[in-house]
């Protein structure tokens, strides 16, 4: 049974992750909108992660950390 709301904890680490993510793109010099055309997803998806408007995908993190050269590891500590 899903929680409802969500802890705060967890939106906190949520922003975290979405930090992280903008930090390693902005880093890397590419745009929200190239970014998800090298992940193959359109730019609000980016931008949903950047904001942490919406739960993360997995696997768009795994795409985001391979398009940016960094580990996994980096966008989720």
Known sequence: MPLDPLPAWVLTHRQ????????????AGITQEKLA???DRDRKTIN??????????????IL?????????????R
């Open 48 to 61: 949903r992660i950047e904001q942490a408007t919406h739960a993360v995908n997995l696997d768009h993190l």
């Open 37 to 39: 055309e090298l992940i």
């Open 64 to 76: 985001i950390a391979r398009a940016l050269g960094v580990p996994l590891a980096d966008l989720v």
């Open 16 to 27: 975290a992750i979405g930090d992280r993510v903008r930090v390693a793109r902005e880093e």
